[in-house]
């Protein structure tokens, strides 16, 4: 055991009082245990408190940032274009209903005629062949329309123009017959063709048409001159290409040579003409009165004719109050017929004028009645330039 160092004398502490201190002896010195085990004071500490539970957080309500401006491209979409739409539908709806009403109203203010004549006639044959008349009526002109289109006072009704379309299993055929063709007619012996038409209207001329052809006539479409302007204007004109300058006081016609647009009243002097015609006469203007007809077609049918409101009613107004059908046409054949006047041209169609064998306008006794018999037999197919040319002479 190590030895307590001594403790200095005279009351001198001991040396090493400074690390064992003087607690727990008496202020002598004496009476104590050298030895005992000192107790180090201990510093009294505050009570301990029990933890207390910390109450849950309350969620503040977190600032709003102010709003940035939302970009256009982000916004919502406003239901103005909803409503739009909706106006937008019915407007087509309207529209879809204009387009199926007008011609049905139209319809209403036909007229018709018979032409199918009494007695024996071709059997059916395939195929629809229609017969249109250009009729050269002055009734229900004015003096001054009269002179303002050249028509002159001629009593009487005579055909000015004869044409067969037919339509089948192979390309349409538009053909002319010059009205000044000699053919036999029925009770009156061998004169000119729209002579038939003044003796017997509708019915004579296509029982002379079916006795001297073979041909079935199905369905029959005439026009009147007044009439033909008005159609021609419905359309907004059409376009012309004549071969050489034309002036005809007699037509009220003055035109320039090359393409260019006509109005109704140009486009009739045009088809009418014949004092310009150098050698050809009827024939030449059988020729122009096709290309009229054509363009008048091709015109019906454009886009132009159903998106413009105003000129889609006035074509049918104008072509049901100056066209006459024949008795049987119906809103959806007159339809056929009006497309079928589209496709006679270029590799649509055949526009010819019927066989002749000289300018005397007699019919080809080899060549007519083979353009006759592919019609019968609706096999255009076959029709080739030997028997289908402009001016109906062989090419």
């Not at 202020?27 to 539970?53: E, F, K």
């Not at 074509?315 to 006047?341: Q, Y």
């Amino acid at each position: 055991m190590t030895e307590r160092p001594p403790t200095g004398g005279d009351g001198e502490k001991p040396p090493y009082d400074w690390l064992y201190g003087a607690q727990g002896r008496p202020a002598d010195g004496t009476g104590a245990d050298p030895d005992a085990t000192r107790r180090i004071p201990v510093q009294p500490r505050a009570p301990r408190q029990q933890p207390q539970p910390t109450p849950s957080p309350q969620p503040q309500p977190r600032p709003t940032p102010p709003l940035a401006p939302t970009p256009p491209s982000a916004r919502r979409p406003r239901r103005r274009p909803r409503f739009r739409l909706r106006y937008l539908l019915l407007l087509l709806v309207l529209w879809l209903i204009f387009l199926v009403y007008t011609p049905f109203h139209a319809w209403t203010k036909i007229s018709e005629s018979g032409f199918e004549p009494k007695g024996e006639r071709p059997a059916e044959q395939p195929g629809t062949t229609y017969l249109m008349v250009g009729s050269d009526s002055r009734a229900g002109l004015s003096a001054e329309e009269r002179k303002e289109l050249g028509t002159g006072n001629a009593a009487g009704q005579r055909t000015d123009t004869i044409m067969m379309l037919h339509t089948g299993s192979g390309p349409n055929l538009l053909m002319s017959i010059p009205r000044d063709s000699l053919v036999e007619v029925p009770g009156y012996g061998t004169t000119k063709i729209n002579a038939a038409y003044a003796f017997g209207g509708p019915k004579l001329l296509t029982q002379t048409i079916e006795q001297n052809t073979g041909i079935r006539v199905d369905h029959y479409v005439e026009i009147g001159i007044g009439g033909f302007v008005d159609l021609v204007d419905a359309v907004g004109g059409i376009e012309i290409c004549p071969k050489m300058a034309m002036d005809d006081p007699q037509a009220n016609l003055k035109v320039k040579k090359g393409c260019q647009e006509a109005d109704g009243k140009t486009a009739l002097g045009y088809a009418r003409s014949r004092k310009l015609y150098t050698g050809l006469g009827d024939i030449q203007r059988a020729q122009a009165q096709r290309e009229v007809v054509s363009a008048v077609g091709a015109e019906v049918l454009s886009p132009w004719s159903v998106l413009n409101p105003l000129r889609y009613w006035n074509l049918n107004m104008a072509a049901t109050r100056t066209v006459e059908f024949g008795k049987g046409m119906s809103p959806v054949r007159a339809g056929l017929w009006a497309m079928a006047m589209t496709r006679v041209n270029g590799k649509d169609g055949l526009t010819c004028g019927v066989p002749i064998s000289d300018l005397s306008v007699r019919w080809d006794a080899e060549r007519a009645p083979r353009m006759f018999q592919a019609i019968i037999d609706d096999d255009t197919d076959r029709i080739g330039k030997q028997l289908c040319s402009p001016s109906g002479l062989a090419s």
